[in-house]
């Protein structure tokens, strides 16, 4: 993904319209909420969008505006909070609306806290969506683009980033999809985006199955990991070790391994479980990581097939295979 993507941002509106843009989102919102018919497990009515400074936010805002969302882009948080009291003054038909936000001072968490409490005691159902990328990767895309961090003032480009990690840590850690764009291209996170909140009446989890190695790192976005290294690595069968775990010969001998088909049936019924429990609490998406050390070949196969049987009891389920080609 290009930083200038995320750098290229639309100019919020000028000071005069801002309230009016705000009290726009907010009642939208509060209309779609209060409708009394409406399905608790479709989309939620208001999205968040927010994250580090060149990880995606205006590609994710593109995205959901092409899916038809009504989007205000580089809102401050706590212009939504002071301008919620205005909600009923402005109509607007509109049942699924986002703004996105982003890092304007220290007192960010504090604003963005306040205005999702705002709108929640308002009956509004908020979802906040976190992009993320590794510092690495802000790294080269700031320098592609020759900008300079938001927040780095004086200092160095990585102080910048550290500054805005410091202040976002609290906001990560409450939200309910963090998406790491580090690998992503502007069409793949694009792609992800529609995934996640393409679908008019598609109700239950959302899920994502990662396959990755342990020896390139966890993927940050993952919200349950599982380890594959238990069974025996195809890479030391001569024959297979050019192949992937999306080959027939590997994907065979990694399932005929003793403890394969046991460790599939036992996580499947954990997935079971797990995915009543986040229905319960409103969660809608989750990614589940399926690891072995290069991601080539036992993680592929096992993967593939965590998908196959989440897909059988009517789960949506995208997959993805990190680190494959990465050799």
């Known amino acids: ?49 927010t994250g580090m400074s060149g990880a995606g936010r205006s590609t994710a805002a593109k995205a959901l505006e092409d899916l038809g969302w009504f989007v205000i882009d580089n809102l401050p948080p706590g212009l939504l909070f002071a301008m919620a009291e205005e909600a009923g003054k402005v109509k607007l038909a509109a049942d699924k609306v986002a703004a996105v936000v982003d890092v304007r001072s220290l007192a960010f968490t504090t604003d963005l806290n306040a205005a999702i ?50 202040i976002l840590r609290e906001v990560r850690a409450n939200a309910d999809l963090v998406i790491d764009t580090s690998s992503h291209n502007v069409h793949e996170l694009r792609n992800k985006i529609v ?9 239950g989890l959302r899920v994502n199955v990662v396959s990755f190695g342990f020896k390139y790192g966890l993927p940050v976005d993952a919200d349950l990991v599982v380890d594959c290294r238990f069974l025996p690595n195809p890479h030391w069968v001569p024959e297979l070790r050019p192949m992937n775990g999306l080959d027939t010969p590997v994907r065979e001998y990694v399932l005929g391994q003793p ?14 479980v797990v995915a009543a429990g986040y229905a319960r609490e409103g969660k809608s998406y989750a990614t589940l990581a399926v690891g072995c050390t290069g991601g080539k070949h036992r993680s592929v196969a096992m993967a593939e097939q965590v998908a196959a049987r989440l897909r059988d009891r009517g789960m949506e389920v995208q997959v993805s295979h990190r680190d494959v080609g990465r050799e």
């Not at 509106?13 to 409406?38: K, L, Y």
């Open 1 to 49: 993904m290009s930083a200038a993507e995320d750098n290229d941002k639309r100019s919020a509106a000028p000071r005069g319209e801002a309230g009016e843009a705000a009290a726009a989102v907010v009642a939208a919102a509060a209309a779609a909420a209060v409708q009394g018919d409406r399905d608790e497990s479709r989309d939620p009515a208001f999205v968040i969008v």
């Open 259 to 272: 403890g394969a088909k046991e460790f599939l049936d036992a996580y499947e019924e954990v997935l079971k």
């Open 195 to 203: 995934a996640y909140f393409g679908g008019e009446d598609r109700p």
């Open 117 to 166: 409490e705002e709108l929640e005691g308002r009956g509004v159902r908020v979802r906040v969506v976190f992009l993320e990328a590794s510092d690495e990767e802000l790294v080269r895309r700031f320098e592609n683009v020759r900008r300079p961090h938001p927040l780095q003032g004086d200092g160095r480009l990585v102080d910048g980033i550290a500054r805005e990690r410091g």
